[in-house]
């Protein structure tokens, strides 16, 4: 069995990315939208870098994360990324990587009522914009 509080930032953001991603799909199906094409457009104000790395400058800046989670965020953020997106600045794109890596442990050691809350203060903020 891996021992998750082992992996590093990538591999942590890699899970993180796809189960950010299915929650907020769900929500904004929840929310009554139906046609792929308009999930597809609203659910990338939600899960673009910029808007990760606004989220998790937020939840720094409030001191809502633990001691752990800013371990976490930090090693997702100082991870080595040998690629990145085009529309986004590097500072930016390592942001959200760390959100995403913080999203991915808390999925992968079971968290799910910080989780939960990390995505609804989430969620709450992209929406308040």
Do not use: C, P
Request: hydrophobic fraction near 40%; glycine fraction near 4%.
């Amino acid at each position: 069995m891996v021992n998750y509080k082992l992996l590093n930032g990538t591999t942590l953001a890699y899970i993180g990315d796809s189960y950010y991603d299915l929650m907020i799909r769900h929500h904004l199906i929840d929310k009554g939208y139906t046609k792929a094409r308009t999930l597809h457009k609203l659910a990338t104000k939600y899960v673009a870098a910029t808007a990760q790395a606004k989220i998790i400058n937020q939840l720094i800046e409030k001191d809502i994360l633990t001691d752990e989670e800013i371990d976490i965020v930090k090693r997702g953020r100082n991870a080595k990324v040998n690629h990145k997106k085009h529309n986004v600045d590097i500072i930016t794109y390592k942001h959200g990587t760390s959100f995403e890596s913080l999203i991915g442990y808390l999925y992968l050691i079971d968290h799910k009522n910080r989780l939960e809350e990390i995505i609804k203060f989430s969620i709450h903020l992209v929406e308040s914009w």
